[in-house]
């Protein structure tokens, strides 16, 4: 049996909603489409992916409570190093070096929350 789907987008849940919907206003230069103070947020980004960030309802806070999973946000760039300078000039600096990976060049980063940005750059 399958099943057929109309659509896919990555959603992060944030108890501090709108901690992260100024810090990725910020990062990706975007307003978000869809807004709903407190509750929710959505970001179109190219390729037609959609990042949306929603609050939990408070019962189910302890299901989200902490960021750090094995997800994460990955970025590709045109340049690595400026991707670098605009996170650290917003406070979130990444704590590592860069790293040589099959793909290309990338670096870890993480939003106010702790969710793992991955900014790449291809060979």
């Known amino acids: 049996m399958t099943f057929e789907y109309t659509d896919v987008f990555v959603a ?9 919907v100024q810090f990725y206003s910020r990062l ?3 307003e ?13 980004l190219s390729g037609g992916l959609r990042l949306s960030i929603f609050k939990p309802e ?8 902490s960021a750090k999973s094995s997800t994460s946000l990955c970025l590709e760039v ?4 400026n991707a670098i300078a605009h996170i650290t000039e917003m406070g979130y ?6 790293a ?9 980063a993480y939003d106010p929350l702790g969710t793992r940005i991955i ?3 291809s060979y």
Do not use: M, V
Not at 100 to 108: L, N, P, T
């Open 32 to 44: 978000p489409k869809a807004y709903l103070p407190d509750s929710y947020a959505e970001f179109q």
């Open 12 to 20: 992060l849940a944030a108890t501090e909603l709108e901690t992260l």
């Open 119 to 121: 900014f790449y750059q």
């Open 100 to 108: 040589i990976a099959s793909h290309g060049r990338e670096i870890y």
């Open 58 to 65: 408070e019962k189910n806070y302890q299901e989200f409570a």
């Open 78 to 81: 045109e340049d690595l190093e």
């Open 93 to 98: 600096p990444p704590p590592g070096e860069i």
């Open 28 to 30: 990706l230069a975007l």
